[in-house]
């Protein structure tokens, strides 16, 4: 009775199941949209406040901001490193931006920045430069919680299933009582195929803009070095995941020789990528350590048993639900796997099990790679009895002694996302 249902489910599962998403306006490929207006700031260190340049209709805000560095607060070292969780209300940020966006990622990017050198003429020099990524907990809607690829894989800022996000950039004096520093933040957005179904389907290109620098503020912790903080709100004009964005910030230095002119300095850069959350996928793999399979055969009209090792290529269907509403699907925990193997009898070997990803791989090698272990369905026909082996049976006879009889075997291997590789592979050429 099961059987049936079974083959069934595993087969729309497999290639029944993409062409749900398939829209006929879809674009494949990716695509990218024009950057957003450049944001330019002035940070005055050492003043008692600092002014935003330009500041397009600035939102009502402090003229300073007392930020949390100490325990519990937003920062595990300041300004150096940020903590892994805090609470929003009560760590200065909240004064920026009161009210938490869940749909919303928070991107800071904090810089340090020392004494002129002979590259930076009367402007401050850069020291360190770091990047962060928080979003709303699940669990608790007032913690920000520090969101990143996998484990072993860099531990890069990561937007997963978030349609918009709010710069807050950071600058701290080290080592400098007063200086002026004058930079630009420049935001473009680069639209992806989503990996479940590259080559079958695109999706809609996101429009992003940006609303301007909402307060270019100092903050008052600590007195004698005030950190300037300025918010950029990147909105998205519809819910087109995934998308890369891109933010470059680059330092304005003026000339040594006539202080009235500048140039732009080295740009500090970063990609940040945002994914849409993907509960299954299409994939490809092997049962590298093979499945025994009984054979009853006729050799010159005698029945005989042998054991043969099949190694097949399998067509997967992944289902990542419902880790995927919290976590990347490339992330390490198991899913549930469907096959059929393409070659052969298909329905007369389905497989279930569940499959492993290792995000290093992809991380190290640019192919994502998983292993799968569970249960192969395999239809064997040999006899109801073993006895009939070694008798003399003609072709007729040999053929009614056959039954077909299901057996449940263990089977490992490795898969590998088809859309990925195909668009891998598509690159290279």
Request: hydrophobic fraction near 40%.
């Amino acid at each position: 009775m099961l059987r049936l249902p079974l083959r069934a489910v595993l087969l729309g599962s497999i290639f029944v199941a993409p062409l749900f998403a398939l829209s006929p306006n879809d674009d494949n490929g990716s695509k990218d949209t024009p950057p957003l207006a450049p944001q330019e700031f002035t940070c005055i260190f050492g003043a008692s406040t600092a002014s935003p340049k330009p500041s397009p209709s600035p939102s009502p805000a402090p003229t300073s901001i007392e930020l949390n560095t100490g325990k519990g607060g937003a920062f595990s070292s300041f300004p150096t490193a940020m903590a892994d969780s805090f609470k929003w209300k009560g760590s200065g940020f909240d004064a920026l931006v009161p009210q938490l966006d869940p749909k919303k990622a928070y991107i800071f990017h904090i810089t340090t920045w020392g004494p002129p050198d002979s590259s930076t003429g009367s402007a401050p020099s850069l020291k360190t430069s770091s990047w962060y990524l928080y979003s709303l907990s699940h669990l608790d809607k007032r913690t920000m919680v520090l969101r990143r690829t996998p484990p072993l894989t860099g531990n890069d800022p990561l937007m997963y299933g978030l349609s918009s996000a709010v710069l807050l950039a950071i600058q701290a004096p080290d080592g400098i009582d007063s200086a002026t520093l004058k930079g630009t933040y420049t935001i473009s957005i680069s639209q992806q195929a989503a990996a479940n179904l590259s080559n079958t389907v695109a999706v809609v290109n996101a429009l992003l803009g940006a609303t301007g620098i909402k307060g270019a503020l100092r903050t008052n912790i600590p007195k004698e070095n005030a950190a300037c903080v300025e918010t950029i709100d990147i909105p998205v004009i519809g819910e087109s995941l995934p998308y890369d964005v891109s933010l470059s910030f680059t330092q304005t230095v003026p000339s040594k020789d006539d202080p009235s002119k500048a140039s732009d300095g080295p740009a500090l850069k970063r990609t940040i990528h945002a994914l849409d959350r993907e509960f299954w996928d299409i994939g490809m793999g092997m049962n590298v350590l093979g499945v025994k399979e009984t054979q009853i055969t006729d050799a010159n009209g005698k029945v005989t048993s042998s054991v043969t090792t099949r190694v097949n290529a399998y067509a997967f269907a992944d289902v990542y639900f419902p880790e995927a509403y919290f976590r990347p699907k490339n992330w390490f925990y198991p899913h549930v796997i469907m096959g059929l193997p393409i070659n052969g009898k298909p329905l007369h070997s389905p497989f279930a099990g569940l499959s492993e990803p290792l995000p290093f791989v992809e991380k190290y090698f640019g192919v994502p790679v998983s292993v799968f272990g569970g249960i192969v369905f395999l239809q064997e026909r040999i006899p109801a009895s073993l006895s009939f082996v070694g008798q003399n049976l003609d072709q007729d006879d040999f053929n009614k002694i056959l039954i077909p009889h299901w057996v449940k075997k263990p089977m490992y291997g490795v898969e590998l996302p088809l859309g990925q590789l195909i668009g891998k592979i598509k690159s290279k050429t």
